[in-house]
């Protein structure tokens, strides 16, 4: 088990701590959230409190790394560089990603509205997990021409 996969019942770290593993895979510390499991994406708040990535969401976007599953555990999500446990819809290899109709999913069929912005698909997805490369994602709801 490395450091960015462990779930803390006490806080390690200050919230939104940033650290980087050997690779120069880059994760930031947050607050849990109900239900969240490994792989799934998530957006944060001010305060990085975190919610299951869903339609129409605004802010900074990550994967989570483990079950930091209720407000009381910390974890990490992964913001930058190869990811290889994404939780996705079917997708296929090099393209956009997009928020999901399944909460902490990405599918790759184009939603208004719903891009995420700073991540693609490396490979087609193996079982609903695709490996993704992450240039610190974001969403904004905004439709783009």
């Known amino acids: 088990m490395a450091w960015y996969d462990e779930v803390d019942t006490v806080k390690k770290f200050p919230l939104g701590h940033r ?20 792989g799934e994406w998530l957006v944060w708040d001010e305060d990085y409190a975190t919610t299951r990535l869903t339609a129409d969401e605004v802010g900074p976007v990550g994967v989570s790394m483990s079950a930091f599953d209720v407000t009381t555990e910390f ?12 939780k996705s819809d079917t997708v296929a ?24 912005h ?28």
């Open 75 to 86: 974890g990490w999500a992964q913001i930058y560089g190869k990811n290889t446990v994404a």
């Open 118 to 145: 700073g991540a693609f698909t490396m490979i087609a997805d193996a079982t609903n997990v695709v490996t993704v490369l992450l240039t610190y994602p974001w969403v904004s709801d905004i439709a783009h021409d």
């Open 93 to 116: 290899a090099d393209k956009a990603v997009y928020i999901d109709g399944t909460a902490g999913r990405v599918d790759d069929a184009d939603v208004a509205g719903d891009s995420v």
């Open 19 to 38: 650290n980087k593993d050997v690779n120069g895979n880059e994760y930031v510390y947050l607050k849990g959230v109900a239900s969240n499991a490994s």
